[in-house]
């Protein structure tokens, strides 16, 4: 099967149910912006080191996968659709929310984004999904679109928030146990947790405020 097929030359797409539309449509830019942010989530999922963050990244391409089918379809295509995000989905990104951030110190002032190659991945994804949401707004006020994606898309934002925190947070402990172990001259496999390098970095941060 061949990648191109030549049916999108002169400026149009089919959407979900064979409508033809301009590539310029926001229906268009809609799904292609969520697309456009699955795939900022595909390379965060390969640089970063949190185990959460790692467990956490393809179950929300796969949920944005089924989002974005959503914002692809006519009224026609919604009815063959085999799955569509639901309110548990919006519960679940809360709830995770809500743990991660849990772990977090609390946060002084604004937060920079970026810091280490996985939390600028994250940090970027969240921008694209934030721009997708003002997308879908916009596009709300035209045609019918189920408020629950806007809701989605606004909770993805805030969990990849402080997913990039925790993953700055994670980037930090790893820097100062392998420092530590390099002062104390011994391997990687020591006997220094996570756990205490983590408190190392807690008590240096509480010396300089």
Known sequence: MKVYTRTGDKGETSLWGGRRVSKAD?????YGTVDEANSWLGLARGLV????????????QARLQILASE?????EGLLKL????QEDDIRRLEQAIDEIQATLP???GFVLPGGTRGAGALDVARTVVRR?????????QERRVREELV????????LLYVLARAEGDEELVQLVKEKVLERLGVGRESGLTLE???RLVTAAQRQAE
């Open 26 to 30: 926001l229906q268009v830019e809609c």
């Open 196 to 198: 205490a390098a983590r």
């Open 49 to 60: 080191r949190s185990r959460r963050a790692q467990e956490l990244l393809p179950v929300l």
């Open 71 to 75: 914002l692809a379809s006519t009224p």
């Open 132 to 140: 997708a949401e003002r997308l879908v707004v916009r596009l709300r």
């Open 82 to 85: 085999k799955e569509r995000l």
């Open 151 to 158: 809701r989605y898309l606004n909770r993805l934002s805030d």
């Open 106 to 108: 609390p946060q002084k």
